[in-house]
Nanobody
Framework: QVQVVVSGGGLVQLGRSLRLSCAAS????????MGWHRQAPGKQRELVAAITRGGNTNYADSVKGRFTISRDNAKNTVYLQMNSLKPEDTAVYYC?????????????WGQGTQVTVSS
């Protein structure tokens, strides 16, 4: 069975930084793309950043130059370094991963973590 667990998040002030982590565990053979999404109150969930197994990345325009996604394939973990945070970054952040496991291939989601940026 595969589990995806998110850590990090919290309350930070405008302009500060925060790092999120997302670790997958279980009977995992290989992880393809991993990504971070967020959902603000009253809004749809949106892609923040994604990274392929080989390290290719893409970002939402709203976070380019401020957020950095990275991954450690040996640890089945993806990170999101968030710098220069703004109040509009306030949201629940989720990670997901495209995983080949003992039960087949599927997209797994971690639990959300709240990020609140105060002005």
């Amino acid at each position: 069975q595969v589990q995806v667990v998110v850590s990090g998040g919290g309350l930070v002030q405008l302009g500060r930084s925060l790092r999120l982590s997302c670790a997958a565990s279980g009977s995992i053979f290989l992880i393809n793309a991993m990504g971070w999404h967020r959902q603000a109150p009253g809004k749809q969930r949106e892609l923040v950043a994604a990274i392929t197994r080989g390290g290719n990345t893409n970002y939402a325009d709203s976070v380019k130059g401020r957020f950095t996604i990275s991954r450690d394939n040996a640890k089945n973990t993806v990170y999101l370094q968030m710098n220069s945070l703004k109040p509009e970054d306030t949201a629940v952040y989720y990670c997901n991963a495209d995983i080949h496991s003992a039960t087949g291939r599927g997209v797994y989601w971690g639990q959300g973590t709240q990020v609140t940026v105060s002005s």
